[in-house]
């Protein structure tokens, strides 16, 4: 395997945990909100940790950065959420170096998504590097690979239909209703939460379902009626939730709350209800389908059934793999010449002053030594070496580390620092 340093004895790591191994409510506890991540990455900063990216969605939360050990960038997320590390242990991935690249090109990419092609993270990891990069936790490597996996993302969208059509959670969310309730343009329809997946879900009711019955209800009042201005639609107070809810037929809910905001002490009518949670943590509590009248659908329930749009998704794996090989291989070639430049700097200068010695040489054994021409022969000399070397770096099939310490040992050069 090949290792990442910055500076000796660091290593690049992913770590985190995912839908794949971790429920609702485990991800829950992991789950990092703006001032979360913001303390995080502070603590990440006073603990001497150089460059480190953290994200966390309805779907994953991760840390991307260089350490010693993981466990560093393990205590910083326990240390921030609910999470214990025991419960870490159980359901966690943690990459190195080449593996954990490997890793953020898939997430980025859409192809370790919930459901395939979904892009929402790339947007995430985006937002994640500016962040850190204010705080100067981005240094050259990861910024480098970061926008290496937004040019993958760019090309695999454009390049395949691998995201033909909606494929976020917010249109699995319609989809869903579209297909198990009837009549869905004659029911009421109440949306509690208006952030990032609130909105996107509106965007997909006002769109597929030609519904008219609409209600936003959000704690802060004119972030629902931003939303509702764009699409003509209801917004009601926060105080006024229980009524709606009991006026609703579908009700969903995407609000960032920490502990539930929904239970069954809100449902009072005995008509049918479709709750849809799309929250992380769980914002509806279980206890709602104690009521015989009420279906509750959790968006990992969503994430598990497929039709005919997304089966065809698949087939465009293969192309979006090998788009993702391509642009790691640039992403590789730029890490290695980066890795040997202080070497051929160092093996350079080391040549200039063996260079400077024998012409302060020859000008005192000589009376007509031709400066000029010594400077330009020599100077030549050292450029076609240098090259030769750096070429021969660019391509050996050998590894690079073994061929930079030979040269670093044969012209006793300074260790320089590692890439």
Known sequence: MQHYHMTRGTYFYAIGLSYKKADADVRGRFSLDETSKENLLNQAKTEGIESLIVTSTC???EI???????????????????????????VAYIYKNTEAISHMFRVGSGLDSQIL?????????KKSARGSKKLGLLNAFTERLINAVIQASKRIKTETEISSGATSVSFASVHYILN????????????FGTGKIGRDTCENLVKHTKNEHITLIN???????EIAGKFNLLVKDYANLQEEINASDILIVATGALNPTVDKHCIQSKKPLLILDLSIPRNVNQNVTELDHVTLVHLDDLSLMTDDTLERRKTFIPIAEQILEEVKLD???????????PTINALKHKLLDFKNAELETQRKKHSDFNEAQAELISNNIIQKITNHFACHLRNDDMSTDESIELIKKVFQLESPSHV
């Open 219 to 225: 704690r802060t009042k004119n972030k629902a009626e």
């Open 117 to 125: 092609g979904d892009f929402e993270i790339i947007s995430q990891l």
């Open 331 to 341: 992403f590789n070639s730029w890490l290695v010449t980066r890795k040997f430049a």
């Open 59 to 61: 779907n994953r939360t």
């Open 180 to 191: 198990t309730v009837k009549d869905v343009s004659g029911k009421n329809i109440l949306l």
């Open 64 to 90: 991307y950065g260089f350490a010693e050990h993981p466990y560093q960038l393990i205590k910083l997320l326990c240390e921030n959420t609910k999470g214990t590390v025991e419960e870490f242990q159980e």
